[in-house]
Antibody, heavy 122, light 111 residues
Framework: QVQLQESGPGLVKPSDTLSLTCTVS????????WSWVRQSPGKGLEWIGC???????NYSPSLKSRLSISVDTSKNQFSLRLNSVTAADTAVYYC????????????????WGHGTMVTVSP | QSALTQPASVSGSPGQSITISCTGTSSDVGGYNYVSWYQQQPGKAPKLMIYEVSNRPSGVSNRFSGSKSGNTASLTISGLQAEDEGDYYC???????????FGGGTKLTVL
């Protein structure tokens, strides 16, 4: 079965770049949308953005100026880069697979990684 | 402030039924059948419970059902069990500011 695993630093300094990678195992990254969602401590879920396996991206407007999501089909991975981070970016970051395809667009997130906690602190 | 509005909390006794509402606009919930519901238990990743308004993924109990009327979607859990406790989030495709929107979440307590 398809599994997702987030990886990256757990601590990032303010104004630095947060970089995370999601590795997809047990299935191909092709033919799906792949998303990033975050959850600040004690708060709800926030959609960050998504990428289709062909590389088409869509970002949350509130993060768009600082955000980049990319895909590496040869490694079955997709990645997130968030620039100029502040304490407000402290959260658990989840990667997830979307049920949607290129015709339907994003649909629902059916497979999630366990999540990785990222703290922004000096 | 979340794009979709959910009640902060709901509660029910074992065996009862509860319904969680999720109110949006014609640009999201009311305009598309891409409404999904997620269950999140403490310290765990969200789990998809309902997609496309009323479809259940394989392995999800048929005690969970979804529906939609106008700009409001609903999740109903029948025959409440202690294991149903947790936070529930709705989500929808949106043609407005952002492509995907979440509700603020509803904490379900089984009394």
């Amino acid at each position: 079965q398809v599994q997702l695993q987030e990886s990256g630093p757990g601590l990032v300094k303010p104004s630095d770049t947060l970089s995370l990678t999601c590795t997809v195992s047990g299935g191909s990254i092709s033919g799906h949308y792949w998303s990033w969602v975050r959850q600040s401590p004690g708060k709800g879920l926030e959609w960050i953005g998504c990428i289709y396996s062909s590389g088409n991206t869509n970002y949350s407007p509130s993060l768009k100026s600082r955000l980049s999501i990319s895909v590496d089909t040869s490694k079955n991975q997709f990645s997130l880069r968030l620039n100029s981070v502040t304490a407000a970016d402290t959260a658990v970051y989840y990667c997830a697979r979307d049920l949607g395809d290129i015709l339907t667009g994003p649909d629902a997130l059916d497979i999630w990684g366990h999540g990785t906690m990222v703290t922004v602190s000096p | 402030q979340s794009a979709l509005t959910q009640p902060a909390s709901v509660s029910g006794s074992p065996g009862q039924s509860i319904t969680i509402s999720c109110t949006g606009t014609s640009s999201d919930v009311g305009g598309y059948n891409y409404v999904s519901w997620y269950q999140q238990q403490p310290g765990k990743a969200p789990k998809l419970m309902i997609y496309e308004v009323s479809n259940r993924p394989s392995g999800v109990s048929n005690r969970f059902s979804g529906s939609k009327s106008g700009n409001t979607a609903s999740l109903t859990i029948s025959g409440l069990q202690a294991e149903d406790e947790g936070d529930y989030y709705c989500s929808s495709f949106s043609s407005s500011v952002t492509l995907v929107v979440f509700g603020g979440g509803t904490k379900l307590t089984v009394l």
